[in-house]
């Protein structure tokens, strides 16, 4: 049955790793203090419930498990239901129905977190899945310095979502894509990890921000680099296995091991901030055990298991280590975020903003910067292209269509709207600040 949910080393199947043999793990530099560096990381369909810090218990997550008992976790950081408007809404710092046009692509004259941050002086640096059109232009455009990406243009220009995702992968850097033979037998997320850690070896003395947006675990499912499977598979005619999904979560887990002891030879650890979240849900036919409860993937849909996603911050200095925070964030709150991490403003020009910075509760001491969430998202598919808009705080949702109205801790999947009539006095308050929101978000 589908329920509800609800140290400083590694430890894997694979090894235990600690401190002591990364290379100048014992001995980090002070450079740039004052001036962090940034890593955000991006997981690609990494619902809440997969990361064993969270409570999952069928993957294997060493490396993000770390990130959490070194820094703070949060409870309730909530998406879109699919990447493309979530992504939009993450980098620009607003709510969709104020710059979202169509699948794939970011208006080009939005500006992003990176852009503040470039202004700021930081030198910036994408790597992974773009999925935001433009390509070289619009990259450079929204703040990126340097670049290595998987799907520049939109998916109707450039048809191979799937078959080049992983092996042999379609990647394109410079202005155009690499030659065949530069990618031959070589793996997405390895090469975007080897490219991040040469951006790093080439800004050891500036402010460097970094976004990993893994292709990782996004179907199709396939065999990683570790297993036996991988050497004779053929993405262009074989057909997605999830049995794969257990070891691609576990090999994502490991790229991230890989920018951590990079950061640590070079030391930098001790004066960059990691952040780790994923852009929506885990996908429908992936069933997790979480907290001895079987959950389902959501992506796609707007309930709980669609929208809840992972989010740790490690920042040596300011986050005590272990914390786990209940402050609700949305994706329009990273933008502001970042900001005030680089201590950076932004400029009047990018617009009105939505997002609310939670730098304030990185010290644990503020979970109420917001009392409410605000979701909007419109999808041919799943909403016939009409916008789907919805409040939410940690217990209650609200949908302004009809103003139905759940508990989503015991009705995750929203399936049973509660009846006027058996709302409590409490109930009544709440709903109708949610309708005041929903009337009053413009």
């Keep these: 049955m589908l329920l509800s949910f609800g140290l400083l080393f590694f430890v894997s199947c694979r090894k235990i790793v600690t401190l002591n043999e990364i290379p100048g793990a014992t001995q980090e530099s002070t450079l740039l203090t004052g001036t962090p560096n940034i890593i955000f990381i991006v997981a690609d369909d990494l619902g809440f419930e997969i990361p064993t810090c ?91 310095d340097k670049y290595l990406v998987w799907l520049p243009f939109l998916t109707n220009k450039e048809p191979i979502e799937g078959k080049y995702r992983y092996k042999n992968p379609h990647l394109y850097q410079h202005g155009k894509f690499l030659s065949a033979s530069q990618t031959a037998g070589k793996y997405a997320d390895d090469m975007f990890v080897d490219y991040i850690s040469r951006f790093i070896d080439s800004n050891l003395t500036k402010p460097f921000f970094v976004v990993y947006s893994t292709s990782l675990v996004h179907p199709p499912y396939g065999p990683t680099p570790d297993d036996a499977e991988f050497a004779t598979w053929d993405y262009t ?27 640590y030879s070079r030391g930098l650890m001790k004066n960059t901030v990691i952040v780790f979240t994923g852009d929506n849900g885990t996908p429908g036919d992936i069933v997790s055990l979480f907290k001895d409860h079987e959950i389902r993937g959501g992506k796609s849909a707007s309930n709980v298991y669609g929208t809840h996603v992972p989010l740790i911050v490690r920042w040596p200095g300011t986050v005590s280590p272990g914390q786990v925070s209940q402050a609700l964030v949305d994706f329009s709150d990273f933008l502001p975020t970042f900001a005030g991490i680089a201590h950076a403003s932004v400029p009047l020009n990018y617009g009105q903003l939505d997002g609310i910075s939670f730098v304030p509760a990185l010290d644990g001491s503020n979970t109420n910067l917001r009392n409410w969430v605000f979701g909007c998202w419109k999808n041919k598919e799943r909403t016939g292209g009409r916008w789907q808009r919805w409040v939410q705080n940690r217990t209650y949702k609200l949908y302004d269509t009809v103003y139905n109205f759940f508990n989503i801790i015991k009705d995750p999947l929203q399936l049973s709207p509660i009846p006027e009539d058996s709302l409590t006095s409490d109930e009544v308050v709440i709903k109708n600040k949610f309708i005041h929101i929903l009337n009053t978000v413009h």
């Design 237 to 263: 005619i074989m057909e997605s296995n999830k049995k794969f999904f257990p070891s691609m979560v576990k090999y994502m887990d490991k790229e991230i091991e890989k920018i951590i002891h990079k950061l």
């Design 54 to 144: 969270n409570g999952g218990e069928s993957y294997s997550t060493p490396t993000i498990d770390f990130l959490s008992e070194s820094g703070m976790r949060f409870k309730q950081c909530y998406s879109l239901p699919l990447c493309s408007p979530s992504r939009v809404e993450l980098l620009t710092g607003k709510y969709n129905f104020r710059n979202y046009t169509v699948w794939g692509t970011l208006d080009p004259t939005q500006k992003t977190f990176a852009n503040v941050l470039h202004r700021a002086g930081y030198r910036t640096c994408y790597a992974g899945k773009w999925q935001l059109d433009g390509g070289d232009s619009s990259i450079h455009k929204f703040g990126f």
